[in-house]
């Protein structure tokens, strides 16, 4: 009966323990998208330099129709994922990205990428 309490009691804590700390992440997360922010908006009819990313976790890859893509943007052919995103994010000119215009060498630190990540998938909802 005890042990079966604790395990219980474990349980209840490894779960406040993810909810906190996706909820850090997400915050952490926002402060990342300063280096986003002056090419991505998330306002659906405002494209800057780089088009808006409302909606963008489940989104067509480069299917914002009044935004202009880059060829290989244009040609390619998936839909962007959390996976896929952390990809990009990492290295922005491997495939199935290679060739595109979008000036970011790249973010190494896979914390950060979650982070940002976290962040994107709320505020793009
Ligand atoms: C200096 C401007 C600039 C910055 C900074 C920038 N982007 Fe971009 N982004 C672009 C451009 C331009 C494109 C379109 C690239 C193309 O067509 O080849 C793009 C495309 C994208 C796409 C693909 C969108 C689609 O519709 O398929 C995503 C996702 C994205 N950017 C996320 C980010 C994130 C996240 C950051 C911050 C880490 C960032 N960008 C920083 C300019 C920028």
Redesign the pocket.
Known sequence: MMAMAIRVLAAAGAIMISFTAAAQDAQRGEA??A??V???SFDPARN????H?RG?IG??????GD????P???R?DFV?TTEL?DK??AEPQEPPFR??????AG?PDAQARAD?IAY?KQASQ
Request: net charge positive; hydrophobic share 50%.
């Open positions: 990342l998208y280096q986003c002056a090419c991505h800057e330099a780089g088009p990313l963008l989104r067509k890859a480069a299917s914002v935004f202009v893509y880059s290989p943007m244009r390619s962007w995103l990009f994010l060739g595109n215009r979008m000036p970011f973010m940002l994107l």
